[in-house]
């Protein structure tokens, strides 16, 4: 079973570089074929609307020739530009989805593919929107997976509200599952552990390592014979994603060297909302949870004690009778040298608060037609009206459900 990876923008390709980075230190990864191809070449593909980043990334990846797809002109941090594309370079989703057609012809047999990318930016959300979009339509029966970074909610564009919302609505409609990882979380959890500033390759190389947590092989998931199949991402949708509609994922992890499984998950779970920011207690639907570094084959009888711990800090929901899938790896590769890792991914009620402030930030704008006249530009009248009825809830009310052109989420799960 093979992957393909598609990378996109510059957000998308720094996390992929990181990501890769410690893939190719995983020897189970290589035997297996899942990730790297027999030539010892990756299974990816690169695009960005820009060539700077591009050119860094490829002096350090093992990228197959062809495989890097860049344009010379930027997006402007605009998603309609990104997703229509400039007549000049029209070329740059057609050469993308080529080179990753090519790759999956490559494959013995492609089981999906997992897109990194950005909500804010120009290439990452209007372009990543498009490509998810494409994806879809020519693999309607492969998994599709996203990887999507928010920015700052302070802000690093002015157009980040407008971008996010429209690009998490096209993942709603076509991926099969989104791990939200937010900028601010990633920030704020380097900056307890770092005496100085935190650069944006420490904030990559901690997004990479709780996706490798993901990811990468593990013995649970390992046939007898002793070779990974690779479907580590794929079972992840299936334990995760019980409820098509609702596939957001938010993923914590830590790693330390030296430390029982009890006080590593202790450490974890110090770092869990659990309530949003009206008071009411957040719920999970399901979680995934992976331990890695278990040589001694430990942790499986570890979380028989922890297992009503983690229940009560998700609190999860009772009509979910396995509301956990429990993981196991004797190394860990993605983390330092005799170190051991959780990373728990759950369908967690977290996401809520960030929609709700995204919305409400996009309708302030909206209602002041703030920036409006740059997405006319490239999108026609679309964008207006794809605008107009994002912000404007479902006449069909559910209760406890909100609806937002296509994103849809349980507040609390109750």
């Known amino acids: 079973m093979s992957t393909v990876y598609l990378h996109v923008g510059q957000c998308g390709n720094q996390v992929g570089h990181a990501f890769w980075k410690k893939v190719d230190k995983d020897s189970s990864v290589k035997e297996s074929h899942s990730y790297i191809h027999p030539d010892d070449k990756q299974r990816s593909v690169h695009v960005d609307s820009e060539p700077k980043v591009l050119s860094k990334i490829s002096k350090g990846l093992k990228i197959r020739e062809g495989n890097i797809v860049c344009g010379k002109r930027g997006r402007g941090t605009n998603w309609a530009l990104g997703y229509y594309g400039t007549q000049r370079e029209e070329h ?3 050469d993308s989805l080529d080179r990753v057609r090519k790759e999956i012809e490559k494959c013995d047999a492609y089981s999906g593919c ?4 950005s909500l804010s930016g120009g290439t990452g959300s209007g372009l990543g929107s498009r490509l998810c979009e494409e994806m879809r339509d020519y693999y309607p029966l492969a998994h599709l997976m996203s990887c999507a970074f928010a920015p700052c909610i302070s802000g690093e564009s002015p157009l980040q509200h ?3 919302l429209l690009t998490l609505s096209k993942l ?5 599952c989104i791990i939200l990882t937010h900028n601010d979380d990633v920030l704020q959890n380097l900056e307890k552990k770092a005496k100085g500033s935190v650069s944006f390759d420490n904030m990559n190389t901690s997004i990479a390592a709780s996706l490798c947590g993901l990811f990468l092989p593990t013995d649970s998931l390992t046939p007898s014979r002793g070779v990974s199949i690779g479907m580590e991402p794929w079972e992840l949708i299936r334990a995760t994603c019980p409820v098509p ?3 957001f994922l938010h993923v914590n992890h830590v790693s330390r060297s030296k430390l029982t499984w009890e006080a590593l998950m202790g450490q974890l779970l110090l770092g869990v909302r659990r309530y949003n920011t009206q008071g009411g207690a957040l719920g999970s639907l399901s979680s995934v949870v992976v331990g890695r570094g278990d040589s001694g084959k430990t942790f499986l009888y570890s979380m028989r004690t922890l297992e009503k ?7 999860c929901v009772n009509w979910n009778p396995f509301p956990l899938d429990v993981w196991t790896a004797a190394a860990n590769p993605a983390g330092p040298r005799e170190a051991s890792s959780i990373t728990i991914a759950s369908n967690h009620g977290t996401v809520v608060d960030y929609l709700e402030t995204l919305v409400q930030r996009s309708k302030v704008m909206y209602d002041a037609t703030a920036y409006i006249h740059w997405y006319k530009r490239h999108g026609s ?7 107009t009825y994002s912000l404007r809830p479902s006449s069909v009310t559910i209760p406890g459900m909100l609806y937002f052109q296509s994103v849809e989420y349980y507040p609390g799960f109750s």
Not at 309 to 315: C, E, G, L, M, R
Not at 381 to 387: E, I, N, S, T
């Open 92 to 94: 740059l989703l057609e």
């Open 114 to 117: 997992i897109m990194m990318h």
């Open 162 to 164: 407008y971008n996010s």
């Open 172 to 176: 709603q409609r076509n991926s099969d």
């Open 245 to 247: 509609g609702y596939k």
């Open 309 to 315: 711990k983690v229940k009560a800090v998700y609190n």
């Open 381 to 387: 009248g679309y964008v207006d009206c794809v605008a």
